[in-house]
């Protein structure tokens, strides 16, 4: 067993997504990974430029702009995204409103924000009373971590491990572990799986470590080695012969105020190091991020964890800084071409674009060609 609950299995059918942000637009790119199907979604009027990038994905679903529009359309259940900083913002508890609206409709709930914190035991009651299911994927050691074998806490290299680190939050890391893991499992691979969005649950993900943007790690990241190796040796025990597993944020700050302000470099640096893959997947920002910077990162993910960077990878979505503001523009093909025969000329190391199927199945060869046998 991993540390996602296997009995989750109210995480199915018609959903409803309230607060919906760009980590719940894999529901609706990968909906075939998942049980679920977004019917309908809750989007405060001053949030809805959100939407604008998913805007053909989203054609045939109904978008109400608050709770007391909201219709439930045969939904069971509630998808809860990201509240805190908005309830902090607007003076309200959006996650209460949510949970309330949940509890009137009878609708089972999946929370991104932590719901099993005292201030919302009053509406866990009354949805225990009314069997009314709820989850937020907490990590949560089940033993005390300092008794276990001090082996664990100096984990040695992977070599058959696989991570998908980035440059930057916001790139498409998940995106590109959840399309790498499509192709595996339409190839019948025996790959294992260790994610850092709270969202993987619905995603058939074998471990959720969702220490990123509202973190769900109840401990301090001095533990995180001892609990990945765990996790990681439950997976190969189980019979995998691979474990792919994707990171937050960027590794390698552009400062050092970055550090504690912009980034989860800390936490991914130890998330990187608990795991210590033998080969990376480095996500870049091909408009913004510089080649010395690149080069940095490559530098530092090679001396400092001892994995091999077997490629690059690109949005074909490429982000621009422009008057302190990011832009985004879809890529051509010459476009692409040129982005990759740059990074070859440069680091000598191929890339791939994201969204290409192609390029997809071409790191899934890489990793093979690095010397793990998947």
């Excluded at 809860?80 to 609206?101: C, E, M, N, P, Q």
């Excluded at 709820?134 to 806490?153: E, G, I």
């Excluded at 058959?160 to 930057?168: D, P």
Aim: glycine content about 6%; some cysteine; hydrophobic content about 40%.
């Amino acid at each position: 067993m991993t540390n996602v609950d296997k009995r989750l299995s109210f995480l199915s059918g018609n959903a409803i997504a309230a607060f919906f942000g760009k980590e719940m637009s894999s529901f609706l790119k990968f909906s075939r990974l998942t049980n679920i199907r977004i019917v309908s979604i809750i989007q405060p009027f001053f949030m809805t430029q959100e939407l604008e990038r998913i805007s053909g994905f989203i054609r045939d679903i109904s978008i109400f702009q608050s709770f007391e529009s909201a219709e439930c359309n045969d939904a069971q259940l509630l998808i809860v995204g990201y509240t805190k900083i908005l309830s902090k913002a607007r003076g309200s508890d959006y996650l209460r409103i949510a949970l309330l609206f949940a509890l009137e409709n009878h609708l089972n709930v999946f929370c991104f924000d932590n719901i099993y914190v005292d201030e919302y035991r009053d509406i866990r009651d009354k949805m225990d009373e009314k069997g009314i299911l709820y989850y937020s994927p907490l990590v949560v050691p089940a033993k005390p971590l300092d008794k276990l074998h001090p082996d664990l806490q100096h984990s040695s290299t992977d070599q058959r491990g696989s991570m998908i680190l980035g440059t930057s939050s916001n790139q498409g890391k998940f995106t590109l572990m959840l399309r790498l893991i499509s192709k595996i499992r339409e190839k019948g691979l025996n790959v294992g799986t260790i994610g850092t969005e709270h969202q993987s649950a619905f995603f058939n993900i074998d471990c959720v470590f969702p220490y990123g943007v509202s973190a769900s790690v109840l401990m301090p990241m001095s533990k995180y080695p001892c609990y990945l190796a765990l996790e990681r040796d439950k997976l190969y025990k189980r019979g995998v012969s691979h474990i792919l597993s994707c990171s937050q944020s960027g590794i390698l700050p552009y400062s050092l105020k970055d550090i504690y302000n912009k980034s989860f470099t800390l936490s991914t640096i130890s998330f990187y190091l608990s795991l210590r893959p033998g080969n990376v997947i480095l996500v870049v920002n091909s408009k913004i991020d510089s080649m010395e910077y690149i080069q940095e990162t490559i530098s530092f993910i090679r001396h400092i964890g001892g994995a091999h960077v077997v490629c690059l990878a690109f949005s074909d979505m490429e982000r621009s800084w422009e008057n302190e503001s990011i832009t985004y523009r879809r890529l051509e093909t010459s476009d692409v071409a040129g982005i990759k025969q740059s990074y070859r000329k440069e680091f000598g190391l191929e890339a791939i674009n994201i969204m290409d199927d192609a390029d997809i199945e071409r790191a899934i060869e890489m990793i093979t060609d690095g010397g793990i046998a998947i």
